[in-house]
């Protein structure tokens, strides 16, 4: 098959035929497929589609290395995925369909596809944000599935966001002499505390948003949104979108994510005694494991001296 000729109505062609074509035929197809999945409702041939698109993961995953616009694909993928789970019987969900239809589908794929489902605004959403930026390594089904549980507030209680005591966000005002960006935030912790000029929300999902200039970090505590806060903030500390950080997490020093962010800090400080997280309608809370503050930036010596009252301090080679 060749660009020409390809069909109006987008068939999934063999995998072969992707390492013959332009980067601008593969995004074309991509989101041809993924308008063609939206209005199909004929599911028998959404699943067998399915069955034949999913020889695409590995061959997508082997452009996307090349440096291929691989990603509307993945996106297509994803989008027929969701377009499974929101067929998938259920009480008081999808039709009522011969068993053999989904007889493809192990029971773990048939629940993942129907999270989905149930967060089909979401997803959507996560889609088209990673295919319009080309981030094939958003579109993975793990990390979609990841993306589902939102992002809390500094430590988490029950159903409450607890938020991070002003005496070290404003130790770290001073260090970087302003907060451009609190990328894990909420209203009233920016309102109250933080102050940033930008702020994201567990709704906004800031995993999915541009990081830059000197950012103010209390990540969720849950995995595996932790690992994710934290190796974006490495990757943007390395690419220079990020000039300087100010990150409060618990001390796992044992962790892979807390020795990504020591591998670009320049200034650790261990605060004296526990920090004990706050929250507007309720009493202070104080987590069981102690804490760190992690600073990336050219001015060690400023968060020397403006941590140095909250504990042990020191710069980082």
Not at 16 to 44: I, K, T
Not at 138 to 149: K, S
Not at 255 to 278: I, K, N, Y
């Amino acid at each position: 098959m060749t660009h020409n000729d390809a069909p109006i109505v987008p068939a999934v062609p063999d995998p072969p035929d992707y390492h013959l074509v332009s980067n601008e035929y593969l995004r074309q197809r991509g989101l041809e497929l993924v308008a063609w999945f939206e209005q199909l409702d004929d599911v028998e041939q959404l699943v067998g589609d399915w069955r034949r698109l999913r020889a695409w993961d590995k061959v997508l995953a082997e452009l996307a290395s090349q440096g291929r616009d691989s990603a509307p694909m993945l996106g297509a993928l994803r989008f027929a995925e969701l377009r499974i789970g929101e067929e998938d019987p259920r009480p008081g969900r999808g039709r009522t369909l011969p068993g053999n239809v989904f007889s493809a589908l192990n029971n773990r794929l048939r629940t993942e596809f129907r999270r989905f489902a149930d967060n089909a605004d979401h997803i959507k959403a996560h889609i088209a944000a990673a295919v319009d930026a080309n981030e094939p390594e958003h579109l993975t089904r793990a990390h979609l599935l990841r993306t589902i549980a939102k992002p809390h507030v500094a430590r988490a209680s029950g159903e409450n966001e607890w938020y991070t005591p002003a005496v070290y966000v404003e130790a770290a005002r001073r260090t970087m002499g302003s907060i451009d960006l609190d990328p894990a935030s909420s209203q009233v912790a920016n309102d109250e505390i933080v102050k940033a000029s930008r702020f994201y929300t567990a709704a906004e999902n800031g995993l999915l948003l541009p990081w830059a200039g000197r950012v103010w970090m209390n990540p969720p505590y849950s995995q595996p949104l932790i690992v994710d806060f934290c190796e974006k903030l490495v990757g943007s500390v390395r690419s220079g979108e990020v000039s300087q950080a100010c990150v409060l997490v618990n001390n796992a020093t044992e962790t892979g994510w807390f020795q990504g962010l020591l591998s670009v800090a320049s200034g650790l400080c261990f605060p004296r005694g526990r920090v004990r997280f706050w929250h507007p309608e309720k009493d202070s809370a104080t987590p069981l494991q102690g804490q760190a503050v992690m600073y990336m930036g050219n001015v060690p010596d400023g968060f020397v001296n403006h941590f140095g009252g909250l504990g042990f301090v020191t710069r980082c080679a």
